[in-house]
């Protein structure tokens, strides 16, 4: 029995190793670093200064810090419900049978296949004011000029739309699965007891697709999070800071600004933001009404 | 005997639909493979016949000359490089960080006569303009050693120095060729290049020089010739405004112009009815560009970035404020989107024949005098002036011991320049056949073709590359078109732009400081703050960086760079084109 435990430890152990390599070592590193002044001219002193908490207070006293996190906020908030919707509504659509269906689905989950660079230069294009597609369609539905990249509260939904694009497939595929999950004669029984296509929703559907859609939301809502390629290329943050999520202020600390001490201290602050607000989501999804375990 | 066994070959039935899948398979199939098997077969592009190919065949006929003796002719220093080199390294290759696509496209052209003389190849590896510095520093804080050759914006040097990352440069300069710096007309480097930034060229930097000169990079003036001396809009404007029409001399003028010029799709220009909305100007107005064109004005109006006793931000003072209103009020005849506009949006834009006038590098003179940039109307029809400035009475002037004021004289060209520079890491394994490439690339006779390239981003900095003649058989040879007479205009421009401009913020973090204050511009372009509250977030972020890096630090850079940002320009700037 020792022997087995022995052994069992040991075939566990490279991917131990290969974990606390490629994620304590760098998280224990960032941390070491961000209690440093980490400028280029530190660089050729034997070691970085010493900053102490210095970093930190900056940080955390720097307006364009909190409105990053504000920014991060808004985009992953409407970015995921609206992704979530579009893919709910596909994957309803999508659970019944149909003749071109499967040669459709693979064409919807083309944008996720796109890199997201490419994704935002296209859409760039789209919303050039004179000859962008968007702009003309936007000016066609709405009777006005609207100034995508030129406005701050208009490049966030420049941004919103064509990440809502790119990753509404993925909310799709992840939900068409949960969706085959569902048994057929729990259906069957609901209709046989008289619910109508709401009552079946509501009642029947999106409890037991519960799980899926707290997963799918967790799953995207990090990623959404972390979103820098699009803004990237869209906006490059501006105007301004208007479109400066948490992950681009890190980005220009750490490698535009080299100032990775500061961007340490960011990035470690960012952690714990997501961590909590991990925490209060799973929470949260506990009141999501649905299936509750039995006692 | 029997037979043998036959095999029962079994009749299957294919569905129809099974059979067009299949079928549509072969097809795509057969498609892509013919379409793989077209383009490997087409032959390679012939290689442009270029004003290397000439200086290679008198550079193949070797002259030694001894470190003392200073060799003449344009192929000397090359000569020299090659020599030096000579079969020494064969084996060993040569590896570039530079600006993509232009140093690329520049020493790719070049590159191949020194690998066929010295047996080193010579790679480029390019990287986006704004991200050359971030992979310089991270290569040079991993001391990865991978770079031999770094090529920078000049103003980032500072940043790779404090580093620890960058070769000086004298001891190599002073064993194989020392009168590098001390060689005049007509091959030597320009006295707008030679001694104005520090540890650049002959000017050192805590008594070394880091970098050479590669790029001149000033900004100029383009404008559509044939509008401004049409007969019908010349009169026009003088009914108007009540000054003749040319190229503008003041913002004020150029407002007006501005406003003059922009018409609407369906109205007339010049005779003639447009199809498009018209413009008076493209310029780059987008992220990481609005700070170069912001710099245009203020230091137009005289502003200096920082107090040189105190380094206090002087950017959101009179003339910082003067300028960001200035900048907004003509953003008002420009393209509702030239806020989005980085340097090929805003080319593009008078390329394409939709705008009057465009500020830019003078990369793009080289560009629009190619048809196949320049779309008919435009192409042949450009002029070449200097950047306009503030009129009298409107700029500080601030006084500077040694310099001779001259109050009164309108402020011109006082636009941003960022020479491009080569440096040497100091982690390069090779460091002699290093700078021998540096040396190579950089000489008159090799300059020439690089300078010239039509697809590179490099400005003429030695005397040769201003003579008209020698610069637009090179041009020609690389496949550009340019007017012997026209390009002379443009040269003299170019010379007079690159003495009287102001360089950028030129200190460690200097690129930071342009960031955030590009941040602010855009804000207050796009009406997210009023002119006065962005320029105020600037002025608080400086105060941070400077407080980082060290206030002593910076003062004492900054100090040194002073009087290439007062106004108006010092006499010994003024230097008259010799051509």
Redesign the interface.
Known sequence: MQGDKRTSYLFVLPAILVLLVLTTFPIVYTFYLSFF?V???S??QKSFPFAGLQNYI?VLSDIDFWQSILHTLYMVFFAVTIECGIGLGLALVFTREFRVKKWVIPILIIPTLIVPIAAGYTFKLFF???YGILSYLSNVLTGQ?I?W????SYATWAIIITDVWEWSPFMFMMLLAGTTGIPNEIVEAAQLDGAGSRMMFTNVILPMLRPVILVALLVRSIDASKLFDIIYML????????TLTLTFYIF?QN?????QGYGAAASLVMLIVIMLATNVFIRAGAWFPGKRSAR | MSKPDEKKVEEKNISRRNYLKYAGAGVVVVAVAGAGAYYATQPAPTPIQTQTQTATQVVTSVVTASPTQSPTGINAIANVALNAAGQNYSGTSIKILGEAPFWQSLIGKVSPFWTSSTGVPVAVDGVATFAMRDKALTEITAHSGYYDIIGSWYANIYDFIAAGGLEPLEPYIQKYYPNLFTDGPPYGFTPMQLNRYPGVNAKTYNGHIYAIVSDGDPWIMYYRKDLYTDPAEMAAFNSKYGYALAAPQTFDQWRDQLEFWRRKSGDKLAGKTLTKDFYGGAYMEGRYFANMTYLTFFFGYGGVPFDPDTMTPLINQQEGLKALNKMIELNKFLPADVSTYDYTAANNLFAGGQAASFISWGISGKALNSPAVASPEVYGNIGYSLLPGAKQGDYTIRNVQGFTQTPGVNQRARGPIHPAVMTMSSDSKNKDLAFLFMLWVLSPSISMSAVFDPSGSWDPYRYCHFDANLASAALKEGGNLFDPAAYKKYLEVQWASQGTVSPDIALQQGAVYQDKLDIQIGAAISGTTDAQTALNNVAKDWETITNTVGRDTQKSLYQVLYPLYVSPVPDEYRVVYPF
């Open positions: 002044k400028i280029p001219s660089f050729a900056t050039t004011l004179n000029t100034p990249l030129m406005n701050g906006t490059g943050g501006g105007p301004g800071n208007s220009n490698f535009v600004y080299f100032n």
